[in-house]
């Protein structure tokens, strides 16, 4: 689509010459105080613009994160270093304001389940030892809100509720993978393995998790004009970035009684064999390529 510039103190609300100026075009806006920058997005987006450019000044450059009650965006949204306010608007025709901008990404920017945060903990461990074991969803997670309140009960009716809340860190990938250790110890609880229930030793339960590891195909570092922001990986786990990949369930779990023809992986359990001085204990697995789909782990 063509470019188009806004005028200053334009982008929050109502938009002199939309659609018309904004519908199937990249808008640059000038930074606004009068809304967040999410908001700002939004509105342009309701009126049709295929991407935002965000004019930013140097010196007055401030994170802006999306709250509970702003919209997430579906068009490709970036930021500018505006400078010189009259050199921004040299670039641009004074009478229809339109023009081209050519940005220069080495690599492109990418969030989702298959990007590996930049904030994520990397290892191995100050005295050498492999680290992390797994990692889990833990950047912009909705998750429920305090009001402080413990006689309101709330609870969220949609996305934007105050009762919701959007968070980044240890805080939302631990409890990702407590579930996960949770619904492992239930499996075999309840006998779904293979209809005799068990009680799973703690190193059960820790292969299964990790065994369950998708590997991430894509890391977001911090800014650098040689890298971008971020870098493409092969999809060979364990690492020291990722450990084992992202804890996946459906990878290590299978059910007896499956009838949907859902693809799933065999699983031979051995847990707890007792192993005395001189004794040794042997196990062979046969595995046939032709089967296909499934690596052996």
């Known amino acids: 689509g063509a470019t188009t510039m806004l005028d200053r103190h334009v982008g929050c609300g109502d938009i ?36 935002v450019l965000i004019l930013l000044p140097s010196w007055d450059v401030e994170q802006q994160e999306r709250g509970a009650g702003d919209a997430v965006p579906s068009v490709p949204v970036a930021y500018v270093d505006s400078g010189p306010a009259e050199a921004t608007e040299t670039l641009f025709d004074a009478d229809n304001r339109n023009g081209s ?91 779904m393995y293979d209809g005799e229930a068990r009680e799973p030793s703690a190193a059960l339960v820790k292969a299964m998790i990790l065994n369950s ?42 059910f007896r009684d499956d009838t949907d023809g859902y693809d799933q992986p065999d699983l031979h359990v051995v847990d707890s064999e007792e192993v005395w001085d001189g004794e040794a204990f042997s196990l062979c697995v046969r595995a046939d390529a032709a089967d296909g789909g499934w690596p052996l782990k």
């Not at 904004?22 to 987006?45: F, K, R, Y």
């Open 213 to 254: 590891g998708v590997a991430l195909t894509w890391y977001y570092d911090f800014a650098d004009w040689d890298l971008g922001y971020g870098r493409v990986v092969d999809d060979s786990v364990p690492t020291v970035e990722q450990g084992y990949g992202r804890v996946q369930l459906d990878r290590v779990l299978r």
């Open 16 to 51: 002199p010459g939309a659609p018309g100026m904004v519908h199937g075009n990249i808008v640059l806006a000038w930074h606004q105080t009068a809304c967040s920058h999410p908001d700002m997005v939004h509105n342009l987006e309701q009126k049709g613009a295929i991407a």
């Open 101 to 191: 901008v050519w940005l220069h990404f080495p690599v492109a920017w990418k969030h989702g389940p298959s990007a590996l945060a930049g904030f994520s903990s990397r290892g191995p461990t100050p005295d050498g030892r492999f680290k992390p074991d797994i990692i889990a969803p833990g950047d912009n997670i909705i998750t429920p809100a305090s009001d402080d309140d413990a006689d309101s009960f709330q609870c969220p009716t949609h996305v934007h509720d105050p009762a919701l809340a959007v968070g980044s860190g240890t805080s939302l990938a631990a409890p990702f993978v407590a579930g996960a250790v949770a619904i492992v110890r239930q499996y075999f609880r309840q006998g």
